[in-house]
């Protein structure tokens, strides 16, 4: 590449960098309006599947879907504790894998998934649910070891999924949400 040429691109990414920061107005205030990047993060629209919230485990996505990480969140729990529907929506799974009672919400108008486990449903498939609803109660296998995924505590792990690719349900969480930087001004 042509030494003019990639000064000319450095430049120009030296100043969008300079613009995003600063902010594009004439006075250089650093509005808002100069990063369109921290307004496409998702609106809230879950609450936790149970209350209080302690989380254990947070969110460790990897960068590649085969390899290992964390594809949920872990709230500590009791045995026997109510779990909630995080949102509006429709049981699309109540049943049990790997001797873990899971329940799946398809999230009305979204597409969003979110999956709960280890849960003893008081659902059926196809059942609508509101958020808040009780949708089961953390089953006692949260204990055992090699079956509970926080044993020999109990935890409950909440996913969410968007299409194939696992989110951070805290994210899309009234009171919660991405952590975001306030633009100076």
Not at 55 to 79: F, K, M, N, Q, Y
Not at 136 to 146: D, E, K
Not at 151 to 174: I, K, M, N, Q, V
């Amino acid at each position: 590449m042509e030494l003019r040429l990639l000064l000319r691109i450095v430049t120009l990414s030296a100043a969008t960098a300079l613009m995003l920061i600063c902010g594009t107005s004439e006075e250089g205030s650093g509005a808002a309006e100069a990063l369109p990047a921290l307004e496409t993060a998702p609106a809230p629209l879950l609450t936790p599947p149970v209350s209080p919230v302690e989380l254990v485990r947070g969110v460790d996505l990897p960068e590649h879907p085969w390899l290992s990480g964390h594809r949920g969140a872990d709230l500590a729990v009791a045995t026997g504790a109510l779990v909630r529907s995080p949102a509006d929506g429709v049981v699309s799974y109540a049943g049990t894998i790997a001797g873990r009672g899971i329940v799946s919400v398809l999230v009305e108008g979204t597409g969003l998934r979110t999956t709960l486990e280890p849960v003893d449903a008081t659902v059926d498939v196809g059942d609508p649910v509101r958020q808040g609803d009780v949708v089961g109660r953390v089953q006692s296998v949260a204990t055992v070891p090699g079956i509970g995924h926080c044993a020999p505590s109990a935890c409950l792990h909440w996913g969410l999924l968007e299409g194939d690719d696992y989110r951070d349900p805290f994210d899309w969480t009234t009171g919660w949400g991405p952590i975001r930087l306030k633009a100076a001004g």
